[in-house]
């Protein structure tokens, strides 16, 4: 009779305590200062907490970009990506596609978080309720923006 092994995984269970530590880093971390529709204009829109944004930001020899929705919403969100490509992202910057996030989010220096505090950062994103909000389409270099966008400069 064959043995059967099951993979080991590495998935975290998230408790209150994690759930609490994740909404915190995602404060200190400002997540919502990009990633709330209006937050870049002073006035957060009520009911969309980190829904992704209208606004974008142009960056050179990239084009402009809009921070995306951070809920676990299926078609607009974070819904298919599990806690730990959201830690991978948030550390390498490298999305589950394997495409690289723009060079506007400080992935860098959020690659320095205790495998805690990432896993808590996933969880407490996980638990968010999901918000249907698609943001603008990235436009390339040379291309007209879809919608506004602050103008990133270089040194």
């Given at each position: 009779?064959?043995?059967?092994?099951?993979?080991?995984?590495?998935?975290?269970?998230?408790?209150?305590?994690?759930?609490?530590?994740?909404?915190?880093?995602?404060?200190?971390?400002?997540?919502?200062?990009?990633?709330?529709?209006?937050?870049?204009?002073?006035?957060?829109?009520?009911?969309?907490l980190?829904?992704?944004?209208?606004?974008?930001f142009?960056?050179?020899?990239?084009?402009v970009?809009?921070p995306?929705?951070?809920?676990?919403?299926?078609?607009?969100?974070?819904?298919?990506?599990?806690?730990?490509?959201?830690?991978?992202?948030?550390?390498?910057?490298?999305?589950?596609?394997?495409?690289?996030?723009?060079?506007?989010?400080?992935?860098?220096?959020?690659?320095?978080?205790?495998?805690?505090?990432?896993?808590?950062?996933?969880?407490?994103?996980?638990?968010?309720?999901?918000?249907?909000?698609?943001?603008?389409?990235?436009?390339?270099?040379?291309?007209?923006?879809?919608?506004?966008?602050?103008?990133?400069?270089?040194g």
């Open positions: 009779m064959p043995i059967l092994i099951a993979p080991l995984t590495t998935a975290v269970h998230a408790n209150d305590d994690m759930i609490k530590r994740g909404e915190y880093l995602s404060k200190i971390m400002d997540c919502t200062g990009c990633h709330t529709p209006d937050a870049m204009m002073g006035k957060p829109e009520p009911g969309m980190l829904a992704g944004s209208k606004i974008g142009g960056i050179p020899q990239v084009g970009v809009y995306p929705n951070l809920t676990p919403d299926t078609e607009t969100g974070l819904g298919s990506w599990s806690e730990a490509d959201i830690v991978t992202a948030v550390r390498t910057g490298v999305r589950p596609d394997g495409r690289q996030l723009a060079p506007v989010m400080p992935w860098p220096s959020y690659s320095a978080l205790t495998d805690e505090d990432a896993h808590s950062l996933a969880a407490y994103l996980k638990t968010l309720p999901p918000v249907s909000n698609a943001v603008p389409r990235m436009a390339g270099p040379g291309e007209k923006p879809p919608a506004p966008y602050l103008t990133v400069t270089g």
